[in-house]
């Protein structure tokens, strides 16, 4: 394996230690490059980091310690109150009711509990020392606790970020080092006196019984929280004006009364329709500053990928769309924004997954194959293939070694159904076969014990595919941090998501309506000329023209690829592909985790400033 270690602290990163003095060199290392302390009460280091004050609660009550990080608004009589909690489930039971996106970490009897959102969207990650006396610690970075033990590369693990599509769970949310294990969202983590670390689960997803009507109300009224949260005490926010998701979010803040600016980007498609609909809406509500970027002015996919040097804990699919993502965020920061909102999420809560159509024979076969021909015809699948899809009862472990068996198959046609637990991903064609057997080694070696995400194809598609888009605005919130302004994303807060997937398939996920949860939850909120939009813009146009225009930066990376000198792709290969026409949809997208991958290696080469600040007590 290959060891990366130059020590690169991100703008915001906490890690959190048990009491013990088994991790005590690893507190020290991290206290070198950490602007801010807490300590527990025995006077060993509990959180050291960077992070901004506003950020953070905190709470202490005689030996017991708790913070909440990230997006919240929780009070000190809150944090007091749940400070004192008996036991990681009584945490739970005050953490579960605090609207916004962050992690609770608590030192209660000796024993330090540690949860971040469902989602993901804030990771949690631990890590021990090769030899160390037993002694495991937790962060929200994963590269932080990568230089912190002195981690080494894992080549089977980052070959998995080859895969495209990525959302193969749980092999995707892995971390790309050995020895460094995700928490996932639905799961706390305990590390107790010794040091030792136990995960256990605190979520699972909800029976779909809600009526959509009921739940429009909660959605309503928890949206309306999530955006309350950032709001709160910023004098001027920027957000995205695009689709019904972002639309739904900056209409809830206007309706508040926050100061906000939107952008909307234009696209190349003449069919793109987000521009008419953004000033639309802006014009019914008569409070919002509005800026249209003109599709020229953005960056297309693949701009500049060859220089890119964001310091992301793990590689990321938006690399391609770096530029692209970041030109209005850059804006809004400029404009004097420090919390830009997005509409990130709803898609796979709103829109929701066909596949759901599968799970609902068992209890509603008539209204299950009503909605299969719906979905069938609206999408123009083939029958044959949908039929066959849906009679499918194969587990979940069965189909992971299916995927492992076809990892070097063509893709899949976009025209197949999507009945399934998921649409099987693919290695590129310039994976190595050392790579493809280590993807396949890592496969089965999960299959064993691997469970679904939920119990139902539909379920576990729309969790699989939450995770993965989380994990993208993730990346990009730490792309923004240096720029001083938070990107957010409210639909990934944990009551959102509970009221989303409680809501009953046949009426959140139909083929006869575009997202009607939304549509209902937005009535009074977002303008009527909006509300009842049915079209996505698409900027497929935008990758197929980038390709063209930006292939030398691609072909720039094809030089000396540090992939490559690990044994895992063809570079040859690879810029032969870079050179060829390629389809958007489906060749194109190949080269976006490799892209990934390797501009992540590149930037780990590169040093990074220290912090200098310093709030120790």
């Avoid at 957000?239 to 508040?256: E, P």
């Avoid at 521009?275 to 002015?297: I, N």
């Avoid at 139909?510 to 900027?539: D, M």
Wanted: some cysteine; charged content about 25%; aromatic content about 6%.
């Amino acid at each position: 394996m290959t060891a990366v270690r130059s020590f690169h602290p991100s703008p915001r990163w906490f890690a959190a230690f048990p009491d013990t003095d088994a991790v005590a060199d690893h507190a020290a290392r991290a206290r070198a490059t950490s602007a801010r302390e807490i300590a527990h009460a025995s006077g060993r280091p509990w959180l050291l980091g960077n992070w901004a004050p506003g950020d953070v609660m905190t709470a202490t009550r005689g030996p017991s310690r708790l913070a909440v990080i990230g997006e919240h608004a929780v009070t000190a009589g809150q944090a007091d109150r749940a400070a004192v909690a008996a036991s990681p489930e009584e945490l739970d039971r005050f953490a579960d009711t605090w609207p916004g996106s962050h992690h609770v970490i608590a030192s209660l009897a000796g024993e330090v509990v540690v949860r971040g959102p469902v989602s993901g969207v804030r990771a949690l990650f631990h890590a021990g020392a090769r030899g160390a006396r037993g002694g495991r610690i937790a962060s929200d970075r994963a590269d932080v606790l990568a230089d912190l033990v002195d981690a080494e590369l894992d080549k089977g693990r980052l070959a998995v970020q080859l895969l495209s599509p990525g959302m193969l769970h749980p092999l995707t949310a892995q971390t790309v080092w050995r020895d460094i294990d995700v928490v996932p969202g639905d799961q706390r983590l305990v590390l107790d006196r010794a040091g030792h670390a136990r995960t256990s689960r605190r979520w699972s997803p909800p029976e779909s019984r809600l009526p959509l009507a009921e739940g429009a109300r909660y959605l309503r009224d928890a949206l309306s929280d999530a955006v309350a949260v950032r709001i709160g005490g910023h004098d001027l926010l920027s957000a995205d004006l695009g689709g019904v998701d972002s639309t739904a979010v900056v209409c809830t803040a206007a309706r508040a009364g926050a100061e906000l600016v939107a952008y909307t980007a234009a696209l190349h498609d003449v069919l793109g329709d987000d521009v008419d609909y953004a000033r639309r809406t802006v014009q019914a509500l008569g409070t919002v500053e509005h800026h249209v970027v003109a599709a020229p002015e953005v960056p297309l996919t693949f701009d500049r990928v060859d220089a890119l040097d964001d310091v992301l804990d793990t590689p990321s699919l938006y690399a391609v769309n770096r530029h692209r993502r970041m030109y209005i965020v850059e804006r809004a920061a400029e404009r004097g924004s420090v919390v830009h909102l997005s509409g990130m999420g709803g898609d796979e809560l709103l829109g929701g997954a066909p596949a759901r159509v599968h799970q609902m024979f068992a209890r509603h076969p008539r209204t299950a194959w009503r909605h299969a021909r719906g979905f069938t015809a609206k999408h123009r699948w083939s029958r044959r293939q949908a039929l066959r899809q849906l009679i499918d009862r194969r587990s979940y472990a069965t189909w992971l070694r299916q995927v492992a068996a076809g990892l070097t198959l063509p893709q899949p046609a976009a025209s197949v159904p999507m009945f399934t637990w998921g649409t099987p991903p693919r290695l590129p064609p310039w994976a190595t076969a050392e790579a493809v057997e280590a993807v396949r080694e890592e496969i089965r070696g999960q299959a064993a014990q691997a469970q679904s995400l939920g119990d139902g194809h539909g379920v576990h598609r729309e969790l699989a595919g939450m995770h993965s888009v989380a994990r993208f605005a993730r990346h990009v919130r730490q792309m923004s941090e240096p720029l001083g302004i938070a990107f957010t994303a409210p639909y990934y807060d944990d009551r959102i998501v509970e009221i989303a997937l409680a809501v009953r398939d046949g009426e959140r996920v139909t083929p006869w309506r575009y997202k009607p949860l939304i549509a209902e939850a937005t009535r009074g909120v977002v303008p009527e000329v909006s509300r009842g939009r049915t079209t996505k813009a698409h900027a497929a146009l935008e990758e197929e023209t980038g390709l063209r225009a930006h292939r030398p930066s691609l072909l720039a990376l094809c030089e000396n690829p540090r992939l490559a000198r690990l044994g895992l792709i063809d570079p040859d290969t690879l810029r032969q592909w870079c050179v060829r026409p390629l389809a958007a949809d489906m060749e194109s997208a190949l080269l976006h985790p490799t892209i990934g991958c390797e501009v992540w290696l590149r930037s780990r080469e590169k040093p990074r400033p220290q912090p200098v600040r310093n709030d120790r007590h």
